[in-house]
Structure formats: structure tokens, C-alpha cells
């Protein structure tokens, strides 16, 4: 008896705990309809960055000669290298020249400290071969930009270049593997190449080759190498890619030539959110039904939105959401007034209140191109705007209408439709809506894209493009997030509420595996770069102009590396690479070491002094 009753007074509490739990639960589901129907109050929020005024900033430098000379040849592969390295070398802020390889005879080796070889043809350059050794020998800095053919002629180079040996076959590199400390969020993680192909020399090296990168199949060829020659320096890439996304391996490589090398960087990172707000597609998703017993609204509300909500406020994300006002293919005025605005003021007011920022997107989401514009036949649901009038109409309407919900902010930040955007289009932005300050499309090109670098415009429109997108986030976008993040400490993520709903786009990971994924970034990305600032998209614009205006003039000595910078705003941000010695004491400025050799470099004067110690 005595036992049954204990149990039965256990199962009572059991019992009582668990209508605990159904009141629990029922009382916050009460609580998130409160708030939706009465609103989040948000307070206007002040940027941690604004944009600053042509005087707010120093002089520009007086123009530098050349210090690094790109040597290219007239071939397919020859363009392909000067375009990736003349971008990487733009943006490092390093004074260049270029010649063609024809044209070597003419060259003044001892006006430059570096030379880039971008020849497939080693006998283009045969007459300038022998005086090339001479200058590397006696302190030049030489980086072969690809592996040439293995001719007789590049045979007579192997032991400058720290060749003992090159295989009959190319080495087919499937996956790249760092040295420990060489990139910024690169240790102990194997990257993956997207298209794959016989891209690499199977080399074997002499001794004294530092490797910072090799195939990290089978063979394990080496990718990137230094050596010393002499009192000078080679670096080979034999790596044999050339698409935008190598960028920031380059650049690396090309840092390792002196004993430190500096490059500005923009310091940001920005999450942008989609077609956000915007109407709540009706009804139900199989998936989502199957996995949450949810219609797709209260999924969005009560699944996707708190989980990427948690994941901003644990690592100080601050989103920018671009608003869509409704999803009609409207393109003739007038337009009519969404009145269903009870979803903006709670996501909205949600996503100011911690910090964030809102942006536009479009009154529906057509893209701002007239008839004359080509869709390429990507895009068939796509109507072009019959005038400019209308199409003017159409953005301001959605003006209007985020300017009466969220009447304290200013809305700077326009992101294209399918990243589609019309020359017409982008001058009516500047035309007619003069607070849009900065575009945010895409940085890697693609299906009738806008595509952007990191840059300020001529005519003042500041160019923020988005790096990577969605959940899936495989192999390509983990590459290209790495290499950017080394080349301009840049993170520029986007999503979509609806990449749930997208087969295309890892709806059928489900949402689980797919927020892992992206909660996988953000940990590899924060614990790469914990000192990364978190930016909204007008503060990454601001990051931008500062980024994009400054020039550097280094004079590296060997007790230090002086900086004089022009073009300086409010405070500069500089990668440092170090390859002999240690920084000891930084006037003008604070450094942050990142890896065993990289530095982030706080300028907060136009002149930097950094102490070398060896
Ligand atoms: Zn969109």
C-alpha cells in the first residue's frame, strides 16, 4: 500500500509538472503575441561609425615610384594572372608598374624592390633571365605568380626557386591545406577547391623552402613556398587559380617577400538579412509542417527569427534588413499602401532595438531596370518598369511607407532584387534618393549581377558587396570567406527567411542543419577574428570610405617599418605581416596580434612608427 501511494503521489507531481510546463509554454506564446500586436519599442540608435565628409579627411600622398613590377605574358593565362594580382595589388596600396613579357629586354631591375612573374612561355623573358637571378641574388624580392611550362629554360631556374625536382604529371589539387598561422581562420581546417583540375606542378624542394601551402590529398604537392636567395627572397604559388576568391591567397603570398609587409583593411562585419522585413509567404511548407507541426508564419516568428535573433545578440551581430513592402509584379503608378504593417513593427523594431539597421530592397521585388534591360532569360517572372517615372514611384512609395512605421531612421542602404540592378536604376537611386548612401550587391559575379568591389564610386555611391550567402556554406564559400577575411578582414554575409523554403538553396537540409551551419561560421569566424567589428551596412559603408580613401607609403628599415598614410579619416585599420623578428614599441597607433606572424594595426595618427625587434 505505502508503495502504491508513493507512487501515486509521484505520478501527481508528474503530473503538476507537466501542466507546469504547458502553462510555461502557453504563457510565453502569450507574451510573443502581446508584444507582436503592441510592438517592440525601439529607441533610435546611434552608429558606432558615420560617414565622414571629403574634409574630414588628410591629403593624398604625393605619388610614389613603383616598387613592385608585374611582369605578364599575352596569353589566356597571362590575363588571368594580371587581373587577379593587379586587384590584389591596388588594393594592398602598393605602388606598381606591369610590362609585357616581350618587352622584358627594357626593364630596369634595380628600379623595383619586387618583381611578379605571371609567364606560362619562359623564353619571353630569356634575355632578361640571367640579370633576374643577379637581382634576386643581391636582395631582390621575386614571386612567381603560377608554374610555367617545364621547359629546358625553367629547368634552369629550379635552383633559384628552391626546386629539387618536378614529376612527369600535374598534380590534381582537390583540397589546400595552411600552415599553422599563415591566414587568419586557416589552421588546422583543410580547404576544398571547387573545380578541381590539373592545376599544380608535382614538385619535390631543396631543403631550407619554407611550405605555407600544400595539396592536401595524396600527393601533397607544395603550393606556396619561400626561400632565400642570396640577400633576396622567392616566393612561388604553384597553385594555378586565378578566380576572385584567390585573392586573399595571394595577397598572403605576396606579403611573405619582405620582412614585413602592410596592407590597409576595412575591419568589418556585416550580416544582412533578405527580403526583411516583408509579407510572411501564406500556408504551409511540407518540410517545415513535417518538422514543426508549424504553418510557415509562425515558423518564421517563432523558429527561423528567435534562433538567428539569439545568434546576432550572442556574438553582437547587428542585422540589416532590407524591406520589401509587398510581392505584387506591379510596375505602373500609383501603388498602393500595404496596411497589413503588424509583422513590420515587430521584426523591425526587433531588429533596431538590437542595434540594427533597416534598408531598402523594393516596393515588390522587381528590379529597377526599364525596358530596355536584359534578363538574359534568367528571370521570367521579372517585368521591367514601362517608365522611369514609374519605377521612381514604385521606390518612393516604399519610402513613404517605411518612413511611417520607422519614422526616426534613415534608410541608406539599398540592396538589388536578384542582385540585378540597371544603370538607369542606380542613377535614379542617386538622382532621386539622395540618403541612399551605399549598394550592397555581390562581390563574386554571376547571373546578370551587379557586381561590386570594396570601393567608393566616382560619383560618391559607396560599393559594399556581399561576400557569401545563405546556410549551406560548403567548401567554395568557406574558401572565399577565409581569403577575404585575410585580404580585407571583411565578413559580408546574407540570408533569406524564405532559404528555407528553397530546395536550391538547403531547404532540404531542414532548419536544423542548416542554422548548425550557420552557427558553425559565426564560431569559426569569431574565434578567428574576435577583434572583427561588427558593423550594420551604413557602418560598413563608412568602414568602406575610410578603407577605399587611404594611401601608405612604407619605409622599412631593419629596426622598423614607418607608415605614412594619406588620405586618413578618424582611425585607419592595417594588416601586418611580420616574417623576421617580432613588433616591439608602435607610436601613432595599437597593434593586435592575430597569428603567429599577422598583426591587425590600429592607426589612429597618419603616421605609424613600428618597432622591429630581431
Ligand atoms: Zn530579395
Redesign the pocket.
Given at each position: 500500500m505505502r508503495q502504491r501511494k508513493r507512487k501515486t503521489e509521484h505520478k501527481i507531481g508528474f503530473r503538476f509538472k507537466r501542466m507546469q510546463k504547458v502553462i510555461l509554454v502557453f504563457l510565453a506564446l502569450v507574451c510573443v503575441l502581446c508584444v507582436a500586436q503592441q510592438n517592440v519599442i525601439y529607441k533610435k540608435q546611434e552608429r558606432i561609425l558615420e560617414l565622414l565628409g571629403d574634409e574630414d579627411f588628410t591629403a593624398p600622398l604625393e605619388e610614389q615610384e613603383p616598387e613592385c613590377l608585374l611582369i605578364y605574358e599575352d596569353s589566356a593565362q597571362g590575363q588571368k594572372g594580371y587581373a587577379v594580382m593587379s586587384a590584389v595589388l591596388d588594393q594592398m596600396k602598393v605602388p606598381w608598374a606591369s610590362c609585357l613579357a616581350e618587352n622584358a629586354e627594357t626593364i630596369r631591375l634595380d628600379d623595383y624592390e619586387k618583381i611578379v612573374v605571371a609567364v606560362n612561355q619562359i623564353q619571353l623573358i630569356e634575355n632578361k633571365l640571367v640579370d633576374i637571378f643577379d637581382w634576386t641574388e643581391n636582395g631582390g624580392q621575386l614571386m612567381l605568380l603560377y608554374p610555367p611550362d617545364n621547359g629546358g629554360l625553367f629547368q634552369s631556374m629550379y635552383h633559384l626557386l628552391g626546386i629539387a625536382d618536378v614529376g612527369q604529371n600535374w598534380e590534381y589539387v582537390e583540397k589546400i591545406r595552411f600552415a599553422d598561422g599563415f591566414m587568419l581562420g586557416a589552421s588546422e581546417k583543410e580547404y576544398g577547391i571547387t573545380d578541381p583540375y590539373e592545376s599544380s606542378m608535382q614538385v619535390s624542394l631543396e631543403r631550407g623552402c619554407k611550405v605555407y601551402a600544400e595539396s592536401a590529398g595524396n600527393g601533397g604537392a607544395p603550393l606556396i613556398w619561400s626561400r632565400e636567395a642570396g640577400t633576396g627572397t622567392v616566393v612561388v604559388c604553384n597553385l594555378g587559380f586565378f578566380e576572385k576568391e584567390y585573392r586573399g591567397i595571394y595577397c598572403a603570398a605576396y606579403s611573405l617577400l619582405d620582412d614585413a609587409e602592410v596592407w590597409p583593411v576595412i575591419n568589418g562585419s556585416t550580416f544582412y538579412i533578405?527580403?526583411f522585413p516583408s509579407p510572411v509567404p501564406a500556408g504551409n511548407s511540407e518540410r517545415i509542417f513535417a518538422d514543426y507541426h508549424m504553418d510557415i508564419g509562425d515558423f518564421y516568428t517563432q523558429v527561423w527569427w528567435q534562433d538567428v535573433y539569439n545568434l546576432g545578440k550572442k556574438y553582437g551581430i547587428r542585422y540589416t534588413g532590407?524591406v520589401?513592402e509587398e510581392y505584387s509584379d506591379q510596375v505602373e503608378a500609383p501603388f498602393e499602401r500595404n496596411k497589413d504593417t503588424r509583422r513590420y513593427e515587430y521584426f523591425g523594431n526587433m531588429l533596431l532595438d538590437m542595434g540594427g539597421e533597416l534598408g531598402f530592397?523594393?516596393y515588390n521585388?522587381m528590379p529597377l531596370c526599364l525596358e530596355n534591360f536584359d534578363f538574359q532569360g534568367l528571370f521570367d517572372s521579372y517585368r521591367h518598369w514601362p517608365t522611369y517615372e514609374d519605377m521612381r514611384a514604385g521606390l518612393q512609395e516604399l519610402n513613404d511607407f517605411c518612413t511611417e512605421i520607422f519614422p526616426e531612421e534613415k534608410f541608406q542602404v539599398y540592396?538589388p532584387?536578384?542582385n540585378v540592378l540597371s544603370e538607369e536604376g542606380r542613377q535614379m537611386l542617386l538622382d532621386d534618393f539622395p540618403q541612399i548612401r551605399a549598394i550592397a550587391s555581390v562581390y563574386i559575379p554571376g547571373d546578370a549581377a551587379y557586381e561590386q568591389e570594396f570601393e567608393v564610386s566616382e560619383d560618391g555611391m559607396i560599393e559594399t558587396p556581399r561576400v557569401i550567402s545563405g546556410y549551406i556554406l560548403e567548401d567554395y564559400a568557406q574558401l572565399l570567406a577565409m581569403a577575404e577575411l585575410n585580404f580585407h578582414f571583411v565578413n559580408s554575409h546574407f540570408q533569406?527567411p524564405d532559404d528555407v523554403l528553397d530546395v536550391e538553396r538547403g531547404g532540404d537540409l531542414g532548419w536544423e542543419e542548416m542554422f548548425r551551419r550557420l552557427s558553425d561560421y559565426t564560431e569559426w569566424l569569431y574565434t578567428a577574428a574576435p577583434s572583427i567589428r561588427n558593423l550594420t551596412g551604413i557602418e560598413m559603408a563608412a568602414a568602406v570610405q575610410q578603407y577605399d580613401r587611404l594611401e601608405v607609403k612604407r619605409t622599412l628599415t631593419d629596426s622598423s617599418l614607418d607608415l605614412e598614410l594619406g588620405g586618413f579619416g578618424t582611425t585607419a585599420w592595417l594588416m601586418l605581416r611580420i616574417n623576421e623578428g617580432t613588433p616591439g614599441t608602435v607610436t601613432g597607433g595599437q597593434l593586435t596580434r592575430l597569428t603567429e606572424s599577422l598583426y591587425l594595426l590600429q592607426a589612429d595618427e597618419a603616421h605609424v612608427v613600428i618597432e622591429l625587434l630581431k
Open positions: 533578405d527580403d532590407l520589401i530592397h523594393g521585388h540592396v532584387p536578384s533569406h
